[in-house]
């Protein structure tokens, strides 16, 4: 909403409030949210993040840094750090890419476009652990129909022994749902492209790929960059019910992201100190990712 | 929360009667099991409540084991705990470390005045939840131990004797051979690859896992999976995965699917295992007790248990602990010890009710189905082979997983693995010593 201004313009609709009160009141609810839901719980895993308590709660022994150093020293945590990185980043891939190359096709359609976004819609529906299974289910290693097909093809899928093999199927089972989110976006994003710029780049001359990388891919900017934010966001933090129903973070922990660890540690292993420093060190990470986002990739995207 | 609070309080509001007077002590009971077994434990629990009228048990499924584990310790962190928990043998050690959340079932049992014999439980299944004293801190009850599944038509299959001597794995090497030169696609397979191959393989041979007997006479034990006795056998197994003849499905009982569709010729798994295969196998199959390395430790020593124990919470009036003590002793009967047996393939965990069970004639009918039995009650447990109590064993068992993985995958040899294994597990071994002084 660019506002035609000049030197001197004195109509600034700054409103003002005369005392206190209401301007408090106005923004209490949001404060209180973010102090119950983030400060407290942020602050209480920073402070327990320097105990080893016993898993009643019965009592806790004072360490200082000592869960940190014991992560740091722990060449497996500081290896999900790029196991988290590769993760996000393909799950943000994989995702994102297939999402706009249907939102694309659904625009062009004339007919039937209402059923194809309803389809294209409804794996967003489906669980994150159910979508594990799904997938699990498919590529089990003796009777999945996939893992079948591949066996006849002369390919031995084994997922439970091969890194790679789990990884790509944790990413593609984590980005499968996504791909409906995204889609919804996108395509909403590409219905609002203003019809005569394309018209007018058309008679132009322009082809299709040139109007859709130099008109329509800049228009969707501000989509591109909001979803890449919530898609690295949801791969650092809502996999983990995918990642537990597959690998359960192996083998040899090639699929243990920060989060899963956080969970394994915390709910399986009841190590409530560690637990606690993973979630402070994920949050710096996380904190530290969206400050450079904003900062530097915010700046490409044309509002 | 709230709402069933206010609920419940609406309920109890509108059904005071004078009869409330009388009202029954109410005993909450949280357990692991669905399906079968869970239908089987809430016929134990009716069974239980319609037997008398002082005390009424609630049941109620928390999800799988580390699932009731871990609502069992958010429910004692928020006050809420059941009387009774059922905990899997890899809790053992943080439940006996957590002093001031349970009550001993030794003392529940005395103070409840119940009649209670801890003796009369098998010494493999007591001694596990026994402390050094002779005191016993939870009561046993679904124990397994895992023993050696054979599919007959899969030997004939490949031309192999299938009643061919299985009791060695050296002989059983010799059968792998044969069966993958007779076209066999799966030779072995296996489920919960670290209690059996090496938790139940170190007792079974006699030789430790754990410094400090397994963990039993302190916390600051080491692992000793990497002793020579268990790096032979995993090289072995490796070798195996390596020629096709051992067949890696899983961390948990994902090889039983395998198993029970008729793929696979032998498989490593629980007793326990008895009500799926037989429900669902459409071959001729029988039960062999664990093969040993013959000349390795003292083989065959006992193998170990597997299950869970009922622990009971701090927290309660004393009435209630009353109510938990006839719960538990009428679990332990030997009647209700001897169906338990029967149904699920678990072992009977008092000497009565196995005794009763052969008197039934059931092990004559049903073949095999004593030799978990016998295989863990053949000798005395020694030192090595009582049972582990180590702490944070669940994330170990992880660890020992992911060690095994990488020997199955060929990245690693047994030592390194192993190695591996005990540096990685010892770490947290110092984390549950530190967090328990």
Request: charged share 20%; with cysteine; hydrophobic share 20%.
């Given at each position: 909403m660019a506002r035609l201004s000049q030197p001197g313009d004195r109509l600034e609709k700054r409103v003002t409030f005369r005392g206190w009160l209401l301007p408090l009141l106005l923004i209490a609810p949001q404060v209180i949210i973010s102090a119950v839901f983030f400060f407290y719980p942020a602050g209480q895993a920073i402070w327990q993040s320097l105990f080893i308590p016993d898993p009643f709660g019965l009592s806790a022994q004072f360490v200082g840094l000592g869960n940190f150093e014991f992560l740091l020293n722990d060449k497996f945590y500081r290896a999900s750090f790029l196991t988290t990185a590769v993760f996000s980043i393909l799950v943000t891939l994989c995702s994102m890419v297939p999402a706009l190359f249907l939102a694309v096709l659904a625009d062009r359609l004339i007919k039937g476009s209402g059923v194809y976004r309803t389809l294209l819609i409804w794996?967003?529906?489906?669980a994150p652990a159910v979508a594990g299974v799904l997938w699990l289910f498919m590529f089990?290693?003796?009777?999945?129909v996939i893992s079948w097909y591949l066996g006849t093809l002369g390919y031995d899928w084994n997922h439970v022994l091969n890194g790679g093999e789990a990884m790509g199927l944790v990413v593609v089972a984590s980005a499968w749902g996504r791909i409906s989110y995204n889609f919804l976006f996108f395509f909403a994003a590409l219905q609002a492209v203003p019809r005569s710029v394309i018209e007018a780049a058309a008679i132009d001359g322009a082809r299709f790929w040139r109007r859709f990388w130099t008109i329509v891919l800049p228009l969707l900017s501000p989509t591109t960059f909001f979803l890449l934010v919530v898609n690295i966001v949801y791969a650092f933090f809502e996999t983990f019910g995918v990642i537990h129903t597959i690998?359960?973070?192996?083998?040899?922990?090639?699929?243990?992201?920060l989060v899963y660890k956080v969970f394994s540690d915390g709910f399986?292993?009841?190590d409530l100190g560690s637990s606690s420093a993973q979630s402070v060190i994920l949050l710096i990470v996380v904190g530290l990712l969206t400050v450079i986002q904003f900062k530097y990739i915010e700046k490409r995207v044309h509002y | 929360m709230n709402k069933t609070l206010i609920a419940g309080l609406a309920l109890s509001g509108t059904m005071l009667s004078p009869l409330a007077a009388y009202a029954q002590t109410e005993v909450q009971f949280w357990h692991a099991f669905t399906g079968r077994l869970g239908e089987l434990v809430k016929a134990q629990v009716e069974e239980f409540n319609a037997s008398q009228s002082d005390y009424v048990v609630v049941e109620s499924h928390k999800g799988n084991y580390s699932e009731t584990l871990n609502a069992g310790i958010a429910a004692f962190r928020a006050q809420e705990q059941p009387h009774v928990l059922m905990v899997f043998e890899v809790g053992t050690a943080t439940m006996m470390s957590a002093q001031g959340a349970i009550k001993p079932v030794y003392q529940v049992m005395a103070e409840s005045g119940a009649e209670f014999?801890?003796?009369?439980?098998i010494g493999s299944v007591k001694g596990y939840y026994t402390?050094?004293?002779?005191?016993?801190?939870s009561l046993p009850f679904n124990s397994s131990t895992p023993v050696l599944w054979v599919n007959r038509d899969a030997f004939k299959a490949a031309g192999v004797?299938?009643?061919?001597?299985?009791?060695t794995w050296q002989n059983v090497d010799a059968v792998l051979d044969q069966l993958k030169a007779g076209?066999?696609?799966?030779p072995l397979v296996t489920a919960w690859q670290s209690w059996i191959h090496l938790e139940n393989f170190s007792a079974y041979h006699d030789v430790?896992?754990?410094?400090k007997d397994n963990g039993f006479s302190g916390l600051d034990t080491e692992l000793m999976l990497n002793g020579e006795a268990q790096v032979a056998h995993l090289t072995a197994m490796g070798e195996w995965a390596k020629e096709g003849k051992f067949v890696y499905t899983g961390?948990?009982?994902?090889?039983g699917a395998n198993f029970r569709a008729g793929e696979c010729a032998l498989f490593t798994e629980s007793s326990a295992g008895y009500a799926g295969i037989k429900a669902e196998a459409q071959f001729d199959f029988d039960v062999r007790p664990l093969p040993y390395w013959e000349?390795?430790?003292?083989?065959?020593q006992n193998t170990i248990i597997g299950g869970a124990s009922l622990w009971v919470m701090e927290g309660h009036e004393s009435e209630e602990y009353k109510g938990v003590g006839a719960f538990l002793n009428f679990l332990s009967s030997s009647d209700v010890q001897a169906s338990w047996h029967q149904n699920t393939?678990?072992?009977?965990?008092?000497a009565a009710a196995g005794e009763a069970t052969r008197l039934a004639g059931f092990y004559d009918e049903?073949?095999?189905?004593?030799i978990a039995v016998i295989q863990m009650t053949a000798k005395e447990p020694t030192a090595n082979s009582k049972g582990l109590r180590l702490g944070s064993f669940d994330q170990i068992r992880g660890i020992i997983d992911e060690e095994l993985e990488a020997i199955w995958s060929g990245d690693k040899t047994a030592q390194a693995a192993m190695d591996s294994a005990k540096e990685r597990g010892d770490a947290l071994l110092r984390r549950f010593e530190s967090a328990n002084k």
């Open positions: 794996p967003y529906a489906v089990n290693t003796r009777v999945g690998t359960s973070g192996g083998p040899q922990q090639t699929t243990t992201i399986v292993g009841q | 014999d801890p003796d009369a439980f402390t050094t004293d002779g005191e016993m801190l004797d299938p009643d061919t001597d299985l009791s076209g066999s696609e799966c430790p896992f754990a410094s961390r948990r009982n994902e090889g000349g390795v430790g003292n083989a065959p393939g678990y072992l009977p965990i008092t049903n073949p095999g189905t004593d």
